[in-house]
Nanobody, 125 residues
Framework: VQLQASGGGLVQPGGSLRLSCAVS????????IGWFRQAPGKEREAVAC????????YYPDFVKGRFTISRGETRNTIDLQMTNLTPEDTAVYFC???????????????????RGQGTLVTVSS
């Protein structure tokens, strides 16, 4: 089971960025997949989760209306579209799953069991 995030970079405040998570080693038909982030000195936090059984999504309040998680155009990818970014969104973003956990809400409120290497997003002018 492997997850690999890509697409990070430097963006100005108010800008947008799209991250992509390539998933391999298992089908996307069972576990939920989520995007998490961790900034220096801060706790890990979930920003978006997707149930791959029914495409139900979950977002915490601080990203609602700004972030969108979806299946990517490329097979077995999960994308995170981020808009109206602020410096507080600066962090290492990574995709992760909790094997056996199909619920997007539950994944976003749990500790992932499997994660990939992250990609750095820096929001700065």
């Amino acid at each position: 089971v492997q997850l690999q995030a890509s697409g990070g970079g430097l963006v100005q405040p108010g800008g947008s960025l799209r991250l992509s998570c390539a998933v391999s080693g298992f089908t996307l038909n069972r576990p939920a997949i989520g995007w998490f982030r961790q900034a220096p000195g801060k706790e890990r936090e979930a920003v978006a989760c997707l149930s791959t059984n029914n495409d139900i999504t979950y977002y915490p309040d601080f990203v609602k209306g700004r972030f969108t998680i979806s299946r990517g155009e490329t097979r077995n990818t999960i994308d995170l579209q981020m808009t109206n970014l602020t410096p507080e969104d600066t962090a290492v973003y990574f995709c992760a799953t909790h094997l056996g956990q199909a619920s997007s809400y539950a994944l976003c409120h749990s500790r992932p069991t499997t994660r990939g290497q992250g990609t750095l997003v820096t929001v700065s002018s």
